[in-house]
């Protein structure tokens, strides 16, 4: 039996999104081929334009790497929405108003050195915050945010800045936020 919400979430979303409205737990139910969820936030700004933020250089894993906002789904969120919605705020201090869309998901998998290998999935989701100037890095996950055109994605390169992303499928999801977008708004 799927968890009730009961309280209504501090953000729009469609009904589209609906089964993301359930705690961890019961995703884990529902989806016993994975062991650990994660979500991250695209963000556009007036001139379409993708927040992009830059992990610690004193990060273990992918220190000065660039990527969307996001990260661990907690079991104490009451949602996966609201873990999204939690993490957005977490990394850049923005608040999210409207969860626009799904734009993809992807799964990978975590050796341990114990030799247990976790399988994760990454849903990625689009949202409208309530104001873009206030952007604050959390300096322990990030020290620099920016915001990246389509092409400045496709040449991994914004103006003087180089674009190092983790993995080949953190450019595609970038590139498929754009394309939704697009679609979306004609432009």
Not at 141 to 164: M, N
Request: with cysteine; charged share 35%.
């Amino acid at each position: 039996m799927a968890t009730e919400i009961t309280n209504p979430p501090p953000f729009e979303y469609p009904a589209s999104l609906q089964e993301y409205m359930i705690p961890e737990k019961e995703y884990f139910k529902q989806h016993p081929e994975y062991q650990a969820l994660c979500t991250g936030i695209v963000v556009f700004d007036k001139q379409g334009k993708l927040l992009l933020v830059q992990r610690a250089s004193t990060e273990k894993a992918f220190p000065d790497f660039w990527e969307i906002p996001g990260g661990k789904v907690d079991d104490t969120d009451e949602t996966l929405l609201h873990g999204a919605v939690r993490e957005l705020k977490e990394e850049t201090g923005l608040e999210a108003t409207r969860i626009v869309r799904k734009v993809s998901e992807f799964w990978f998998d975590d050796r341990k050195v114990d030799g247990r290998v976790p399988r994760w999935v990454k849903h990625i989701f689009e949202m409208e915050v309530k104001d873009l100037g206030s952007i604050k890095v959390d300096p322990v996950e990030h020290q620099a945010y920016l915001f990246a055109s389509e092409e400045d994605v496709i040449k991994e390169k914004a103006g003087d800045v180089e674009l190092k992303y983790i993995t080949p499928d953190n450019k595609v999801i970038k590139l498929e936020a754009f394309r939704h977008r697009r679609k979306e708004t004609g432009a």
